[in-house]
């Protein structure tokens, strides 16, 4: 028999299927059905979405604060290092992430927030040295760190998204 | 978020009526803004709300009602980490006021 869950979300916050052990052709048909459904997910959210999406939101929040002093209240420009390293950071993220709110901190740093309520949101800084400053709630849990982009986004950063997003 | 000198700008709201705080947000705030942004409305958080999370409120009345919020975490390796816990636990614990009408800065 085939359970639906064995549609898991996987730690990459990809969507994936374990392998089926139904024998019967109602088990069959019920395989199929989930890859169905698999497909109709994965065509919904087409690769590079996210990136897409992400950048043209960074684009418009630099936009808004490429001089100093932004904000009244003494802001950093965004920092042109900052801006490449989000970028970076968008570029690799997994398909299935949703977008974050795109924002610039008054340090000139790169902000990405995604807020699914108060007890579930997950909030980071990503700075010019790829160094990535987050903060997150997942129900009662806090969770804080600093980690670096080197090539792609932090797996500790990505583990931390996919439990609030599971939360 | 802090700004970059760690001194958070805000002002003391109590006893003022919903249009006294607008007043102030119209007399103190929008002029110090860059030309095009908005002022939607306010969140209000107590002093102890502030307090409770080591910061320090410090009220200058320069110009009237101006107090600055210091205290922020310094000097360590993962501060912003620890700006943005901060942040996220005051952003939760504020009641955010909308003003009837949006604020443009011309």
């Given at each position: 028999?085939i ?19 139904g ?11 989930i890859?169905?459904l698999?497909r ?9 979405r996210?990136?897409?999406i992400?950048?043209?939101n ?6 808004e604060?490429?001089?100093?002093n ?9 920092d042109t290092?900052?801006y ?9 993220l ?6 974050p709110?795109?924002?610039?901190d ?17 909030s ?15 129900g009662?849990d ?10 792609a ?7 931390v998204?996919?439990?609030?997003m599971?939360? | ?8 700008s ?5 006893d003022?009526s ?14 110090e ?8 409305g ?28 210091t205290?922020?975490p310094?000097g ?5 980490a ?7 636990d005051?952003?939760s ?14």
């Amino acid at each position: 028999m085939i359970a639906a869950s064995q549609l898991q979300l996987s730690r990459e916050g990809v969507l994936t299927l374990r392998d089926s052990h139904g024998l019967s052709p109602e088990a069959f048909r019920l395989w199929e059905r989930i890859k169905d459904l698999r497909r109709y997910w994965a065509e919904g959210i087409s690769v590079g979405r996210v990136a897409a999406i992400g950048i043209a939101n960074l684009n418009v929040a630099r936009s808004e604060t490429s001089w100093a002093n932004w904000d009244g209240y003494g802001a950093r420009p965004i920092d042109t290092g900052a801006y490449e390293m989000a970028k970076r950071f968008l570029c690799t993220l997994p398909t299935m992430t949703p977008t974050p709110a795109i924002g610039v901190d008054p340090d000139g740093e790169v902000s990405m927030d995604w807020t699914f309520s108060r007890t579930k949101l997950l909030s980071i800084s990503v700075g010019a040295t790829g160094r990535v400053s987050y903060a997150a709630r997942i129900g009662v849990d806090k969770v804080r760190g600093t980690e670096w982009i080197v090539d792609a986004v932090p797996t500790a950063v990505l583990d931390v998204l996919s439990r609030v997003m599971r939360a | 978020m802090p700004p970059p000198d760690l001194e958070l700008s805000t002002y003391h709201t109590d006893d003022l009526s919903d249009n006294e705080i607008q007043n102030v947000a119209a007399t103190h705030v929008l002029p110090e803004m860059a030309v095009g942004r908005s002022i939607y409305g306010c969140a209000d958080l107590t002093v102890e709300q502030y307090e409770e999370k080591a910061l320090e409120v410090d009220r200058d009345d320069i110009p009237e009602r101006h107090t600055t919020v210091t205290g922020w975490p310094t000097g360590n390796a993962d501060d912003k980490a620890a700006h943005r816990d901060i942040a996220i636990d005051l952003a939760s614990a504020a009641s955010l006021k909308l003003f009837p009408s949006e604020m443009k800065r011309r």
